[in-house]
């Protein structure tokens, strides 16, 4: 088992930035990947960012790519997102997951077995 704890959510003003971290535990040498979603009021769960672990390589969302950047320290037990140029749309719920098997597709929210409880993010304008 894996647990997940996010945190650094709050609010912030349109065009801020904030970092959000998510911390593993537990069985976290056998994970394979981890990510970011979100949910905003009334919608469904959207992929945010994205890494595999051993290759480092991340993937992003059309909407946050040149905006966001996902990272992870060295013993790869936290993610980082780093959100800049802040919208009002970006406001929501973030969610940490995290998978421990080979996924060739990252974007669904089916690709992980982990979730964390969500740090809420308000954009405000």
């Known amino acids: 088992q894996v647990q997940l704890v996010e945190s650094g959510g709050g609010l912030v003003q349109a065009g801020g930035s904030l970092t959000l971290s998510c911390a593993a535990s537990g069985r976290t040498g056998d994970l394979y990947s981890m990510a970011w979603f979100r949910q905003a009021p009334g919608k469904e769960r959207e992929f945010v960012a994205a890494?595999?672990?051993?290759?480092?390589?991340?993937e992003y969302s059309d909407s946050v790519k040149d905006r966001f950047t996902i990272s992870r320290n060295s013993a790869k037990t936290t993610v980082y997102l780093r959100l800049n140029s802040l919208r009002p749309e970006d406001t929501a719920v973030y969610f940490c997951?995290?998978?421990?098997?080979?996924?060739?597709?990252?974007?669904?929210?089916?690709?992980?077995?982990?979730w964390g409880q969500g740090t809420q993010v308000t954009v405000s304008s």
């Open positions: 997951a995290a998978g421990d098997k080979v996924r060739h597709i990252l974007v669904l929210t089916n690709a992980y077995d982990y």
């Open positions: 890494l595999r672990l051993k290759r480092d390589f991340p």
